[in-house]
Nanobody
Framework: VQLQASGGGLVQPGGSLRLSCAAS????????MGWYRQAPGKQRELVAR???????YYTDSVKGRFTISRDNAKNTVYLQMNSLKSEDTAVYYC??????????WGKGTQVTVSS
């Protein structure tokens, strides 16, 4: 099973992007679907996460600008990113956590916010 993230790219400050991450195979019992990011020279950080019941978490710096959602039938998670800032520039990774503790990481998609 692999996770494939897509939707990254170059966008101007204030612009929007929508990231998607889908599992290539069948994964059951996914509890968390989340997005992390890693900027150059910085540690990877949790950006947003959503539980199977729809409860969400956002890191403070993206609250009010990013929205995470999931489609359980498609094993897909989305991240709508609005009002993008230069400090949002990073490689974005998706991660799925199953109830049994097994997790899966996607390979990452580059988001660059620049004029």
């Amino acid at each position: 099973v692999q996770l494939q993230a897509s939707g990254g790219g170059l966008v101007q400050p204030g612009g929007s992007l929508r990231l998607s991450c889908a599992a290539s195979g069948s994964i059951s019992s996914i509890y968390y679907m989340g997005w992390y990011r890693q900027a150059p020279g910085k540690q990877r950080e949790l950006v947003a996460r959503i539980t199977s019941g729809g409860n969400t978490y956002y890191t403070d710096s993206v609250k009010g600008r990013f929205t995470i959602s999931r489609d359980n039938a498609k094993n897909t998670v989305y991240l709508q990113m609005n009002s993008l800032k230069s400090e949002d520039t990073a490689v974005y990774y998706c991660k799925f956590d199953r109830y049994n503790g097994i997790d899966y990481w996607g390979k990452g998609t580059q988001v660059t916010v620049s004029s």
